[in-house]
T-cell receptor
Framework: GAVVSQHPSWVICKSGTSVKIECRSL??????MFWYRQFPKQSLMLMAT?????????EQGVEKDKFLINHASLTLSTLTVTSAHPEDSSFYIC????????????FGQGTRLTVV | AQSVAQPEDQVNVAEGNPLTVKCTYS??????LFWYVQYPNRGLQFLLK??????LVKGSYGFEAEFNKSQTSFHLKKPSALVSDSALYFC????????????FGTGTRLQVTL
């Protein structure tokens, strides 16, 4: 399958600071990547669709200014949680599709964010 | 709007016994259906998919799933469960013949015991 790498795997930050999470497609180019949030014992909630070279498309209820997404290259999308608060603590997962080879999406390892 | 339902929060099965994890879907157009598995604090791993063709789909680690259009179901199965199969399983659907925007079920925790 295709390989999607997410970094960091976990991060602890203080309230009010910003945290950047990276999502890379290692062996393919991804014009589109997806960012999900997963609460404990719950399903994945799609936050936004990241589009290379253009603005991200956010799902209803997701604050654009809070969760900044940048997709500056065909292999890298970043999610920045700005002015983080404890309620932003969650597991964030990215995914991408190698449209030339596979129908299915491949997921990064996830990032556990804890805001203290 | 498309939706995916996994009616069981948890499925318990003894090692060596067959297992079934249920999934039903509601999508417009031809559904693209997927099963993923998640281990603690990890991302999702792809197991199998149905796009078109045979209703019985075989995937990784001995898993298979049966697409049933009339019942709008896509249940995950394995003839003989292993303790190492214990994990969280997600069913996902892409509607309108696209896999680009997936809708996930709520997940089913599979617990396989000795």
């Amino acid at each position: 399958g295709a390989v999607v790498s997410q970094h960091p795997s976990w991060v602890i930050c203080k309230s009010g600071t910003s945290v950047k999470i990276e999502c890379r497609s290692l062996d393919f180019q991804a014009t589109t990547m997806f960012w999900y949030r997963q609460f404990p014992k719950q399903s994945l909630m799609l936050m936004a669709t990241s589009n290379e070279g253009s603005k991200a498309t956010y799902e209803q209820g997701v604050e654009k200014d809070k969760f900044l997404i940048n997709h500056a290259s065909l292999t890298l999308s970043t999610l920045t949680v700005t002015s983080a608060h404890p309620e932003d603590s969650s597991f964030y997962i990215c995914s991408a599709r190698d449209q030339g080879r596979f129908t299915e999406a491949f997921f990064g390892q996830g990032t556990r964010l804890t805001v203290v | 709007a498309q939706s995916v339902a996994q009616p069981e929060d948890q499925v318990n099965v003894a090692e060596g016994n067959p297992l079934t994890v249920k999934c039903t879907y509601s999508v417009s157009g031809n559904p693209y259906l997927f099963w993923y598995v998640q281990y603690p604090n990890r991302g999702l791993q792809f197991l199998l998919k149905y796009i078109t063709g045979d209703n019985l789909v075989k995937g990784s680690y001995g898993f298979e799933a049966e697409f049933n259009k009339s019942q709008t179901s896509f249940h995950l199965k394995k003839p003989s469960a292993l303790v190492s199969d214990s994990a969280l399983y997600f069913c996902a659907a892409g509607g309108g013949g696209t896999a680009s925007k997936l809708t996930f079920g709520t997940g089913t925790r599979l617990q396989v015991t000795l």
